[in-house]
């Protein structure tokens, strides 16, 4: 089997700054933000609820997560989860780990987010 070549492939260059296409922030609500301790190494945690939240609220309902790694003597212990959409000016603070005492149970993250940006939607098992 002969190999074919691509014509559009040959003037590809995958290191070309100007083939990448910014998103405009505006366009990413809603959108989350968990920060989180490095030091801490909870990084595996916020990957975690990341992917969790992408799951139950897939793309266009919620348009991008952000994980932010904070390694300052101020930011010791710290993991909050932050929602922005339309319906507000400011991130609202969904989630404070210090506030709360704990870490989010993803069923009470889900639901907070959900009557937010997708009121009435079914989060079957996460509703019981």
């Given at each position: 089997m002969a190999d074919t070549e691509c014509t559009d492939?040959?003037?590809?260059?995958p290191l070309d700054p100007s083939t990448f296409t910014p998103v405009a922030?505006?366009?990413?609500?809603p959108?989350?933000?968990i920060e989180f301790c490095d030091r801490c190494r909870w990084l595996h945690r916020?990957?975690?609820t990341s992917t969790e939240l992408f799951l139950t609220f897939p793309s266009p309902i919620l348009r991008s997560i952000t994980i932010l790694p904070l390694n300052a003597d101020d930011?010791?212990?710290?993991?909050?989860?932050w929602l922005t959409y339309d319906g507000e000016p400011q991130p609202i603070l969904i989630w404070d780990r210090k506030v709360e005492g704990r870490f989010p149970?993803?069923?009470?993250?889900?639901?907070?987010i959900r009557d937010r940006i997708q009121p009435g939607?079914?989060?079957?098992h996460s509703d019981k």
């Open positions: 492939c040959a003037a590809y260059d922030s505006s366009s990413l609500s959108s989350v933000t916020a990957t975690w930011t010791t212990g710290r993991f909050r989860v149970e993803l069923k009470d993250l889900k639901q907070k939607k079914s989060l079957g």
